[in-house]
């Protein structure tokens, strides 16, 4: 079945500094590639996802890009706020269901 | 819409006992999950449905049952509770096929003593 491993475990930036998210998975048959957001105490929520056909996808401060080559993809966080600490997950699939990455709990220090 | 709803949000069991995990969604989702999160360990699956009547194991199934008998609801069992079940478990739905979007409910957190 699928593996996705995910680096770093723990990353700290500071406030203004970008941060970089790493993920690599096994099944090159995995399609779909989204990240999801977990505040403390709260659910996972997605917020950005790409699928094997884009290389690279941006919604305003984010962004994601895919090596399907290399299979590896990673989330990148510009002019980070203190709002964007929490833990942070990457997902594969072909199609369904999810399989996780372990997670990264960003810290951004003001 | 309500989205995913689970309940309980939070539960303390003793070693043996069992108990239910409620889990319903409104948003007409053919697909729906179970995981389970432990810390540092991300999320894993441990069943999941791909309609009514259809289930099917995932990463860690043992010491777990489920059910799927409407589109709506995907309760999780658990039997003879064991410390190692101590988790955080979440509920989610997606429409399926490409659209892929997992929707999670706001989890439980499960104590067994």
């Known amino acids: 079945g699928e593996n996705v491993e995910q680096h770093p475990s723990t990353l700290s930036v500071q406030e203004g500094d970008s941060a970089v998210i790493k993920c690599t998975y096994s099944d090159s048959a995995s399609n779909y590639f989204p990240w999801y957001k977990q505040e403390l105490g709260k659910r996972p929520q997605l917020i950005i996802d790409?699928?094997?056909?884009?290389g690279e996808k941006k919604d305003q401060r984010i962004a994601v890009t895919l090596n399907k080559t290399a299979k590896h993809f990673s989330l990148h966080i510009t002019e980070t706020q203190p709002e964007d600490s929490a833990v942070y997950f990457c997902?594969?699939?072909?199609?369904?269901?999810?399989?996780f990455g372990k997670g990264t709990r960003l810290s951004v220090i003001a | 819409n309500a989205g995913v709803t689970q309940t309980p949000k939070f539960r303390i069991l003793k070693i043996g006992q069992s108990m239910t995990l409620q889990c319903t969604q409104d948003m007409n989702h053919n697909y729906m999950y179970w995981y389970r999160q432990d810390p540092g360990m991300g999320l894993k699956l441990i069943y999941y449905?791909?309609?009514?009547?259809?289930?099917d194991k995932g990463e860690v199934p043992n010491g777990y049952n489920v059910s799927r008998s409407t589109t709506e609801d995907f309760p999780l069992r658990l039997e003879l509770a064991a410390p190692s079940q101590t988790s955080v478990y979440f509920c989610?739905?997606?429409?399926?096929?490409?659209?892929?979007?997992?929707?999670f409910g706001q989890g439980t957190r499960l104590t067994v003593v």
């Open positions: 997902a594969a699939s072909i199609d369904t269901p999810l399989v």
């Open positions: 790409i699928r094997s056909n884009v």
């Open positions: 449905s791909v309609g009514a009547g259809i289930t």
């Open positions: 989610a739905s997606s429409y399926g096929g490409r659209d892929t979007e997992a929707f």
